[in-house]
């Protein structure tokens, strides 16, 4: 079987993670500090908080930038996560349509499902294309919103020019063993602002004022330190930021290797009818996951793995689940082209045999179907 994703990782990463056990820091340590660094200069952010997922930096968002209550604008055309971190906070979220071309939020549809009790907007940039940071800026502007960014799917993706996560008031990142910067599980959150900075790095380690790091540094270890709020566990291991320290060193080539096998899908399938995400000019994209709209999905689903080939869905509304339906949503477009998006494998080590696998596949599905 072909699968959707596969970790691009190998011999670099796995003597990253060896040195970790010979110094002894495995935890939350040097290699962390040194991932928070790399990476903050790697996308033009001066604070970065190393997590231990993207829902962590999502939930560590909402904390520092106090928000808790009111609306947030929110796609329901995401991983739960992004949701969930809104509800965390004793948010409502406000379903808002996508756009039918990169399945990103509508800057429209979200001018109209703005009131009094908004106060952010959830930007997702979904597959890695970036939303209309411009409109959106706009709009937060205009009537005082947060604006928080969900690059889960979109470490290394800019908008004219300037790296995504940097836009809003935080920008949180995934680096899950399926994203262009692979670690395992990890995340990152960018913020602004030195005192939000400060209070997410105590927040999370358990709200400690110093970590065993930092404790551990001077010329004796110093047990003492200061609980002065409540914390949690969300901080980055050195174990993982080792393995992203070299996945930083990749972060081009993997995004490239995904640009090839998507440009090449768009050609081959040029002629069938489907209809691929668009690349806007104004954007450098992850290309991380390969999305069609097809009216016979389930079908393709079901044909293409007769032929050793997976496949997947990016995503099911979150307005669907029960958790979610308690909370209005009128979002049309999303309503239609979900139930005919299905992705396709792509990742940096898929062979040009197994591309070709994968184009004959949905060729043959349309000649012999």
């Given at each position: 079987?072909?699968?959707?994703?596969?970790?691009?990782?190998?011999?670099?990463?796995?003597?990253?993670?060896?040195?970790?056990?010979?110094?002894?820091?495995?935890?939350?340590?040097?290699?962390?500090?040194?991932?928070?660094?790399?990476?903050?200069?790697?996308?033009?952010?001066?604070?970065?908080?190393?997590?231990?997922?993207?829902?962590?930096?999502?939930?560590?968002?909402?904390?520092?930038?106090?928000?808790?209550?009111?609306?947030?604008?929110?796609?329901?055309?995401?991983?739960?996560?992004?949701?969930?971190?809104?509800?965390?906070?004793?948010?409502?979220?406000?379903?808002?349509?996508?756009?039918?071309?990169?399945?990103?939020?509508?800057?429209?549809?979200?001018?109209?499902?703005?009131?009094?009790?908004?106060?952010?907007?959830?930007?997702?940039?979904?597959?890695?294309?970036?939303?209309?940071?411009?409109?959106?800026?706009?709009?937060?502007?205009?009537?005082?919103?947060?604006?928080?960014?969900?690059?889960?799917?979109?470490?290394?993706?800019?908008?004219?020019?300037?790296?995504?996560?940097?836009?809003?008031?935080?920008?949180?990142?995934?680096?899950?063993?399926?994203?262009?910067?692979?670690?395992?599980?990890?995340?990152?959150?960018?913020?602004?602002?030195?005192?939000?900075?400060?209070?997410?790095?105590?927040?999370?380690?358990?709200?400690?004022?110093?970590?065993?790091?930092?404790?551990?540094?001077?010329?004796?270890?110093?047990?003492?330190?200061?609980?002065?709020?409540?914390?949690?566990?969300?901080?980055?291991?050195?174990?993982?930021?080792?393995?992203?320290?070299?996945?930083?060193?990749?972060?081009?080539?993997?995004?490239?290797?995904?640009?090839?096998?998507?440009?090449?899908?768009?050609?081959?399938?040029?002629?069938?009818?489907?209809?691929?995400?668009?690349?806007?000019?104004?954007?450098?994209?992850?290309?991380?996951?390969?999305?069609?709209?097809?009216?016979?999905?389930?079908?393709?689903?079901?044909?293409?793995?007769?032929?050793?080939?997976?496949?997947?869905?990016?995503?099911?509304p979150n307005h669907l689940f029960d958790l979610y339906r308690r909370y209005p949503a009128d979002i049309p477009i999303t309503e239609e082209v979900w139930q005919k998006i299905i992705t396709l494998p792509i990742y940096p080590a898929l062979t040009s045999e197994q591309v070709e696998t994968v184009i004959e596949g949905v060729r043959a599905f349309y000649q012999d179907t």
């Amino acid at each position: 079987m072909i699968p959707v994703f596969k970790p691009a990782v190998g011999d670099d990463e796995w003597q990253a993670v060896r040195e970790c056990f010979q110094t002894g820091w495995i935890g939350l340590g040097p290699k962390t500090a040194e991932f928070e660094q790399a990476f903050g200069k790697t996308i033009g952010a001066e604070y970065v908080v190393g997590m231990n997922s993207c829902s962590s930096a999502l939930d560590m968002a909402f904390k520092v930038l106090g928000i808790s209550g009111g609306e947030v604008i929110t796609p329901s055309l995401t991983f739960v996560s992004t949701n969930h971190a809104i509800l965390y906070n004793n948010c409502t979220p406000v379903f808002g349509d996508v756009t039918r071309d990169t399945l990103t939020l509508d800057p429209d549809d979200v001018r109209r499902k703005i009131t009094p009790n908004t106060v952010a907007l959830m930007l997702v940039h979904y597959a890695g294309h970036p939303c209309d940071l411009d409109a959106f800026l706009e709009i937060a502007r205009e009537h005082n919103l947060a604006i928080i960014e969900d690059c889960a799917h979109a470490a290394g993706s800019t908008y004219n020019g300037q790296p995504v996560g940097t836009f809003g008031d935080a920008g949180c990142f995934s680096f899950h063993a399926v994203k262009n910067v692979a670690m395992g599980e990890g995340g990152a959150l960018v913020v602004k602002q030195t005192d939000q900075y400060e209070r997410a790095m105590q927040l999370r380690w358990c709200g400690i004022s110093k970590s065993t790091w930092e404790r551990a540094r001077g010329k004796s270890y110093s047990w003492q330190y200061d609980v002065q709020e409540l914390g949690y566990k969300y901080h980055l291991s050195d174990i993982a930021a080792a393995i992203g320290l070299v996945q930083l060193g990749k972060i081009e080539q993997h995004r490239q290797a995904r640009k090839h096998i998507w440009q090449t899908y768009d050609v081959a399938f040029a002629d069938l009818p489907v209809q691929p995400l668009a690349i806007h000019n104004n954007v450098t994209s992850t290309h991380l996951i390969y999305v069609l709209q097809t009216e016979r999905r389930d079908e393709m689903i079901d044909f293409l793995r007769e032929r050793g080939i997976g496949t997947s869905v990016h995503y099911y509304p979150n307005h669907l689940f029960d958790l979610y339906r308690r909370y209005p949503a009128d979002i049309p477009i999303t309503e239609e082209v979900w139930q005919k998006i299905i992705t396709l494998p792509i990742y940096p080590a898929l062979t040009s045999e197994q591309v070709e696998t994968v184009i004959e596949g949905v060729r043959a599905f349309y000649q012999d179907t």
